[in-house]
């Protein structure tokens, strides 16, 4: 596949990936608003909650600094996905028994009865996002959107 854009004096050839990357995000964003309200999920269910909606499925009760590194997401975003998702009565915090600074995140039971419809968009998302792609480039664009995301996080984004 030809480039459609000259080499930079520095050499890059990825001069629009900023374009390619907000792109990428706002078709995201619609997509799962699409789903959402097709399979009757609140509207309130913003993007990021899923995440952790399944890693808490995955490891209900889990200490929030644990969350945070195995999802790799900024504690900034984690807590206020958290908080809003506690505003909604999704989630609930408890003080940790080992660490009294800490606290467990546990999904309510309002959470855990929107899981089929929250599986059905995640499965529908996948399917979306991987058409046309085989296992080999799906794998590959997993691995280079990791760096992306750590050359954005090594940068303070």
């Known amino acids: ?40 999920l609140p ?26 590194e195995r999802l ?9 996905l958290l908080k809003r998702m506690e505003q909604r009565g999704l989630v609930e915090r408890n003080g940790c028994p080992e660490d009294g600074r800490a606290s467990r995140i546990r999904l309510t039971a309002k959470a ?11 499965r529908l998302a996948l399917g979306i996002l991987q058409n046309g792609l085989s296992p080999t480039e799906a794998s590959r664009l997993r691995t280079l959107l990791r760096k992306v995301l750590v050359n954005l996080r090594g940068a303070g984004a």
């Open 1 to 40: 596949m030809s480039n459609q854009f000259p080499a930079s004096p520095d050499g890059a050839f990825l001069e629009d990936l900023p374009f390619q990357i907000v792109s990428l995000s706002l078709g995201f964003q619609n997509l799962i608003r699409k789903l959402r309200r097709e399979a009757g």
């Open 43 to 68: 509207e309130d269910m913003a993007l990021g909650m899923g995440t952790l909606y399944f890693a808490l499925l995955e490891q209900d009760g889990c200490r929030m600094k644990d969350l945070g």
């Open 72 to 80: 790799g997401m900024p504690k900034g975003t984690l807590s206020g």
């Open 112 to 122: 855990r009865r929107q899981e089929a419809a929250l599986r059905k968009r995640h």
